[in-house]
């Protein structure tokens, strides 16, 4: 049996024990033209929260160059995201599913802001350290850290600095973590990349 049978009969079961459920789906290209198809699905299975989830889409994440129109065989290009998963996670909330997304791209007039700066969100690790951003984890720049069973601030600098930063680009760190020139030549930027833990929510109805 496939890890696709697997997933659906294990939400079955945990249906007919009572138990609520929820269902993340990764989008790459391999998979984006599905994911209209999965209304009916979590529909049928009960449930209750489906969450959208974008494979990465930018800098050296990107084979084909930093065109982000022009992306590798795995990453969704703006446009295809744009047009298809807003509409989607619609579509899904319709058939009394809450849809969640991360917004990704920013238009030119909307506004950027930072989880790390609008929300409680803390990342701990058996080593002590304590993340406000899950972009920052493979790096040592920790903002909290326990010690003593009390949580504490670490010294500068950290995340909590690069949180303050403005770039045309959008989000910090996920130019510090995957870097390359976005927008290649182009002048002005035709998208910034959103924070990927505010994410967009449409409620059943």
């Not at 807003?86 to 997304?101: L, S």
């Not at 995340?159 to 930063?165: N, P, Q, S, T, W």
Request: charged content about 25%.
């Amino acid at each position: 049996m496939g890890s696709y049978d697997v997933c659906l009969n294990g939400l079955r079961r945990a249906r007919a024990k009572g138990f609520q459920t929820s269902l993340i789906y990764t989008v790459s290209r391999a998979n984006l033209e599905e994911l209209p198809a999965m209304g009916p699905i979590v529909a049928e299975l009960g449930v209750g929260r489906f969450f959208i989830q974008v494979l990465g889409l930018r800098g050296k994440a990107a084979l084909s160059g930093c065109d982000p129109d022009e992306p590798d065989i795995q990453q969704v290009a703006p446009s295809e995201w744009l047009a298809q998963v807003p509409a989607a996670a619609e579509a899904i909330a319709r058939r009394g599913v809450r849809a969640i997304y991360p917004k990704v791209f920013l238009a030119a007039g909307e506004k950027f802001e930072c989880a790390g700066l609008v929300a409680d969100n803390y990342f701990v690790f058996p080593n002590g350290r304590v993340y406000r951003c899950p972009l920052c984890e493979d790096y040592p720049v920790h903002s909290l850290e326990f010690r003593d069973d009390r949580l504490v601030e670490t010294p500068r600098l950290n995340e909590g600095d690069f949180f303050r930063l403005h770039i045309a680009e959008g989000c910090v760190m996920n130019a510090l973590v995957q870097p390359g020139d976005l927008f290649g030549a182009n002048a002005k930027a035709p998208y910034r990349i959103a924070c990927c833990l505010l994410k967009e929510e449409i409620l059943p109805h």
